[in-house]
């Protein structure tokens, strides 16, 4: 069933946040308690590499329609990430997010023991427990800085965690040519997320959304707190292409270096239609 919202609603979509469930700080009950607070009136819940989030919240009681997504991170290049939404609880997309979700626990657990050895010792267990869910590199992040080992989290990134530092290990990750039929066959809508943290601009940009948009790409993230001053070229971009325009904060938790939730609403003039369209894309979609 669609989330209901008629015209009537005032728009201030969100959809692209996270919770505990992967690398966010707050619970899927406190993220939408949170959303509500900001006047979201439409949250779509995209933790990386799980569905659970958004699960624990799919039919029941919420102050705003709830819609159910994803994000892959891609192993193509440095950056590129895929938003999924749909409807489907049991597709091949959710076997293969269960599976990758779990490498990905023990991905954090190996770089908590790379950090050990370089003298920074941490104890898996307890950060787990502080994660309330998924650990991934925010948390280990987080845990550096209570420990006093950096100033902030982007310290412990640049420093360990990024790739290529010392204590970064490689996830599992698929490619986009693996990641949009397997998001088309499942139902789901593939979106391409923050498109502006690629650094690609002009005609290599228009390129590479050509390129994916004949593997399957439905739709871009325009309004995302990474875009900045490039938004208005990349809605031009995205519309005159005939991608679906996508929004969202991409929340994580409070003053980190993504946005606070509802925070890309005011500058989406045509949030209204973007999202209708949306659904409509998401409703037509078939599990084959």
Same mark, same amino acid.
């Given at each position: 069933?669609r ?6 609603? !005032? =728009? ?9 469930? $992967? ?6 009950? /406190?993220? +939408? ?11 779509? +819940? ?16 919420? !102050? ?5 997504g ?7 290049? !440095? ?9 489907g609880?049991?597709? $091949? ?9 779990q ?9 908590? /023991? ?36 950096? +100033?902030?989290?982007r /310290? ?15 996830? @599992?990750?698929?490619?986009m040519a ?20 690629? /650094?690609?601009?002009? *005609? ?6 050509? %390129? ?8 871009? @993230? ?7 001053? *490039? ?10 292409m005939g %991608?679906l ?21 005011? =500058? ?7 999202? @209708?369209?949306?659904?409509? *894309?998401?409703?037509?979609?078939e599990?084959?």
């Amino acid at each position: 069933m669609r989330p209901k919202i008629t015209r009537l609603t !005032p =728009m201030k979509p969100d959809l692209h946040t996270h919770t505990t469930s $992967s690398d966010g700080l707050l619970t899927p009950a /406190e993220l +939408v308690a949170l959303a509500d607070k900001h006047r979201v009136t439409l949250l779509a +819940v995209t933790d990386h590499d799980t569905f659970d989030g958004a699960a624990q919240l799919l039919g029941k009681p919420a !102050p705003m329609p709830i819609l159910q997504g994803v994000e892959l991170s891609l192993r193509d290049m !440095p950056g590129l990430h895929l938003l999924g939404y749909g409807r489907g609880t049991d597709t $091949s997309l959710h076997r293969k997010v269960r599976a990758l979700s779990q490498m990905r626990l023990g991905r954090a657990r190996q770089m908590v /023991e790379k950090l050990n050895a370089l003298g920074y010792p941490l104890d898996y267990d307890e950060i787990a427990r502080e994660a309330k869910g998924s650990v991934g590199r925010p948390h280990i992040a987080r845990a550096m800085v209570s420990r006093g080992y950096v +100033v902030d989290t982007r /310290e412990a990134f640049d420093r360990f965690l990024a790739d290529g530092a010392p204590a970064y290990v490689a996830g @599992e990750r698929l490619s986009m040519a693996e990641a949009l039929p397997l998001m088309r066959e499942s139902g789901f809508v593939p979106v391409l997320a923050h498109p502006m943290e690629l /650094e690609k601009t002009g *005609a290599l940009l228009r390129h590479l959304l050509g %390129f994916w948009q004949e593997q399957g790409l439905r739709g871009v @993230e325009v309004y995302h707190p990474s875009a900045g001053r *490039a938004t208005p070229l990349l809605d031009l971009t995205a519309r005159r292409m005939g %991608f679906l325009v996508t929004g969202g904060s991409d929340f994580h938790g409070d003053g980190d270096r993504h946005g606070m939730v509802g925070c890309t609403a005011p =500058m989406w003039a045509r949030a209204a239609d973007d999202v @209708e369209k949306l659904l409509q *894309a998401v409703e037509a979609a078939e599990i084959m």
